[in-house]
Structures are given as structure tokens and as C-alpha cells.
């Protein structure tokens, strides 16, 4: 029995179902909270954002300083730092838009899905297709570099 637990898929699985839950309950997967936010007449969902982001640099401040093992495989944690790119702002202005458009971003798609919200499958359908779309342009973009360059 407590193999199956132990199981990093089910560990992931857990997680992930009680995030979106605590997601739920925070009023993250309502479109009234997002529009509200983004209107500056209801800063609740905000709040929830603030907090998790806060709660995120204190728990990756003490996964650094007391040099933390990972749970399944006991390799240590490492916090490499991502070169910036150039497409950042525009890809960032992007998310915007996106999250602005459909009251949805990344993390909340699932458990709006899981609450039976319909409109959510055509974001996550968006989200889909712009993934596959800035795939096949990157690798377009680093071809035709490649191929002026030599």
C-alpha cells in the first residue's frame, strides 16, 4: 500500500488535485474574480496572487539556504537561472491579453476543467495551439539563423 503512495506519479497527482482545489476555494477559477481584478473593483483575487507569490520566494529562499533534496529521487534541488530572451516582453504582453480575454491562465485551466466549465476546454485549446505555434516559429526562426549564418 504505501509503495503506491510513494509513487512520484501519484505524489504529482495529490498535489496537483489539492492545488486546484485550494485554487477553488480561493475564487481563482471564477471569471467574475478575474474580471474584477483586471477592473480594479474587487482585489480579492489579486490578494490570493500576492499571497502565493510571497509564500513562493519564502519556500524557494528555504529550499536554497537548508539545501533540500527532491521527495522521489533524493538528487539535490537545483535554482538555475534562465538567461533572458528577447521574445520575453512580447511573450509576456501575450499572457496578458490571453488572461485578460479569457479570465483563465495556465495554472487555473485545470481545475476550471474539473469544475465542468466549458468555456475553459476552448482556452486550454488556446493555450494548446500557442504552445505548438511558438515551437514551430522558434524552430523556423533558429533554421533560417542557421542557414544565414553559413
Known sequence: M???IKNP???ALGMGALFGFLMSRAGAT???FHVKMFM???MQLMKVIVTAVIVAM???YLLKRFNVRSITTKTPVDFVKKPYQQGLILGAMLFGIGWGMTAAC???IPAMI???KIGALFTFLGLILGTLAYGILKTYLLHAKESSSS
Open 2 to 4: 504505501w509503495q503506491f
Open 9 to 11: 506519479n501519484f505524489l
Open 30 to 32: 471564477t471569471y467574475d
Open 40 to 42: 480594479f473593483e474587487d
Open 58 to 60: 519564502l519556500g524557494v
Open 106 to 108: 495556465p495554472g487555473t
Open 114 to 116: 474539473a469544475e465542468g
